[in-house]
């Protein structure tokens, strides 16, 4: 009788410690779920705000505006991976590009939504 006692308390505590991780494996998925529903929040708001600007403060067409924010957040999602000073000559490219182009702030949005979809796309990566 006492055998079958002292394993019931084996088994009795080895399910509490299995449920234990299991409701610690629950809340580290809602909070990550609930992060990355932040992240992307961020970044569609980026994309937003770039397009409202560039359509309304730049003068620039919807359809160019509304590609190139596609544009750039495919080139972030294809270059998350490469050291940090690629992301800066990238940054810095486009700005100049922007300064070269006449539009220095359509520029230095593009370049603030690229950054913004890095930072994003490692962060979400990265948890």
Not at 26 to 44: D, F, H, N, P, W
């Amino acid at each position: 009788m006492n055998q079958n006692t002292g394993k019931d308390e084996i088994k009795e505590f080895m399910t509490g410690a299995e449920n234990k991780r299991k409701r610690q494996n629950r809340k580290k998925r809602r909070r990550s779920s609930e992060q990355y529903t932040v992240a992307v929040a961020g970044l569609i708001l980026m994309a937003v705000i770039f397009v409202v600007v560039g359509i309304f403060a730049c003068g620039v067409s919807v359809v160019p505006v509304c590609i190139l924010a596609l544009l750039e957040v495919i080139l972030a999602r294809c270059f998350y991976d490469l050291p940090i000073f690629v992301h800066l000559l990238i940054v810095a490219a486009q700005i100049i590009a922007g300064v070269i182009g006449g539009g220095a702030l359509f520029g230095l949005m593009a370049a603030l939504l690229y950054f913004v979809a890095v930072i994003v796309r490692c962060y979400i990566y990265r948890t």
